[in-house]
């Protein structure tokens, strides 16, 4: 699965990338994580996913307020039709914001999916990595992580 584009755009995939090769925020190289201290990676992770998340819930509380005003046109739209005998006039407000509320909602569950795909991820790999009982059981839980984390984004690490 993919994350939407604007979502992508918010999340350092670099940190996350350098945090499992063994690299400092500032470049400098660190001792490289060890089979059996792969959590940090994890750490490193959901902290990139709740920042975007945090930009995640603001969108979604602008487009509820977005899909509230597209409900009053469409409200708007059969009262002209109705009681000023405007028929196309009430039919152009219905449609624009009929329209714009399929656009809406489209917009909110991708956010959604985005948001579940955030929270779930780094949840689902911190518990494996809770059962993981030997170094390469822990290696293995990372690698699988790391190939999710970049399907999330659209393209594999090499």
Same mark, same amino acid.
């Given at each position: 699965?993919?994350?939407?584009?604007?979502?992508?755009?918010?999340?350092?995939?670099?940190?996350?990338?350098?945090?499992?090769?063994?690299?400092?925020?500032?470049?400098?190289?660190?001792?490289?994580?060890?089979?059996?201290?792969?959590?940090?990676?994890?750490?490193?992770?959901?902290?990139?996913?709740?920042?975007?998340?945090?930009?995640?819930?603001?969108m979604v509380?602008?487009?509820?307020?977005?899909?509230?005003?597209?409900?009053?046109?469409?409200?708007?739209?059969v009262i002209?039709?109705?009681?000023?005998?405007?028929?196309?006039?009430?039919?152009?407000? @219905?449609?624009?914001?009929? &329209?714009?509320? %399929?656009?809406?909602?489209?917009?909110?569950?991708?956010?959604?999916? +985005? !948001?579940? =795909?955030?929270t779930l991820?780094? @949840?689902?790999?911190?518990? &494996?990595?809770? %059962?993981?009982?030997?170094?390469?059981?822990?290696?293995?839980?990372? +690698? !699988?992580? =790391?190939?999710?984390?970049?399907?999330?984004?659209?393209?594999?690490?090499?």
């Amino acid at each position: 699965m993919n994350l939407s584009r604007a979502t992508i755009k918010k999340i350092q995939w670099q940190r996350i990338e350098d945090s499992a090769i063994g690299l400092t925020a500032r470049g400098e190289v660190s001792k490289p994580p060890s089979q059996t201290d792969v959590a940090p990676i994890f750490a490193t992770a959901r902290q990139e996913f709740q920042r975007a998340l945090a930009s995640l819930d603001l969108m979604v509380k602008a487009l509820v307020v977005v899909a509230g005003v597209s409900v009053a046109v469409c409200i708007a739209g059969v009262i002209v039709a109705a009681t000023a005998g405007q028929l196309w006039g009430g039919v152009a407000f @219905t449609g624009v914001g009929s &329209a714009s509320l %399929f656009t809406v909602f489209n917009r909110i569950h991708a956010i959604g999916k +985005d !948001q579940a =795909l955030l929270t779930l991820i780094p @949840t689902k790999y911190e518990l &494996a990595l809770q %059962f993981a009982a030997t170094p390469a059981d822990r290696r293995k839980v990372l +690698d !699988q992580f =790391l190939n999710e984390v970049s399907s999330l984004k659209g393209k594999r690490l090499e």
